[in-house]
């Protein structure tokens, strides 16, 4: 009866990743952010999460695609050293 529960709970884990690359390859994103997004989905919501976890990820990646960020300006101030001075 264990060993037959152990190949349920591989298979179960080998199908993170093929649903990882499946859903990733459709809305364009890695695979380990999808695999992440999916387990983190489900250990929060259950199968829900599993479900909206890819839609929740391509939201934010879209959503972060159109944030837009102005570089910062650095002030730099240069100070003069003694010649004789040596670091």
Do not use: C
């Not at 190949?7 to 380990?32: A, C, M, T």
């Not at 489900?42 to 972060?64: D, H, K, S, T």
């Not at 695609?65 to 240069?78: F, S």
Request: aromatic share 6%; glycine share 6%; net charge positive.
């Amino acid at each position: 009866m264990r060993a037959g529960s152990d190949r349920r709970q591989l298979i179960h884990k080998l199908e993170y990743f093929l649903n990882s690359k499946i859903i990733g390859d459709r809305i364009r994103n890695p695979v380990w952010l999808t695999l992440i997004a999916l387990i983190i989905g489900e250990r929060l919501m259950g199968i829900p999460g599993l479900i909206l976890a890819p839609v929740v990820l391509n939201y934010l990646r879209v959503e972060m695609l159109t944030v837009e960020v102005r570089p910062m300006q650095e002030k730099v101030e240069y100070v003069e050293s003694p010649a004789h001075e040596r670091f």
